[in-house]
């Protein structure tokens, strides 16, 4: 690991940080955490598509992965504001929502990184 590659996450989290917040600020408008989900599910589609292409082209160089996946995308996504939303429906005894949630965002989240994959190579 050297310098450059830790600035190219840094400079790719900083600006996945700020997309995630914009889209967070547009998608407030019910119960359902849709800016959590929509971000997330989003991220990995992306990060399926990286991941398809850097395995696709022998140029793909490892900074651009790094700055893409590990930066803008690690940025982006949140599975720490996924797990608060979730014990917060749990504590409010929102189950059924709280189901919905947890079980959307893993199995919709793992669809997507295959579709952007499958879509990339």
């Not at 598509?49 to 790094?66: D, G, Y």
Request: aromatic content about 14%.
């Amino acid at each position: 690991m050297t310098l450059k590659h830790l600035l190219m996450v840094g400079f790719g989290g900083a600006l996945g940080s700020m997309m995630r917040l914009t889209l967070s600020h547009w998608l407030r408008f019910s119960q359902f955490p849709w800016a959590t989900f929509a971000v997330n599910l989003s991220g990995s589609f992306a990060i399926g598509v990286i991941w398809a292409l850097s395995l696709r082209h022998a140029t793909f160089e490892q900074q651009w992965r790094l700055f893409l996946a590990s930066g803008i995308c690690g940025g982006f996504t949140t599975f720490s504001a996924f797990s608060l939303e979730g014990l917060s429906m749990l504590q409010q005894q929102k189950l059924g929502l709280y189901l919905l949630y947890v079980a959307g965002s893993v199995l919709l989240g793992l669809a997507a990184t295959w579709l952007g994959y499958e879509l990339a190579k």
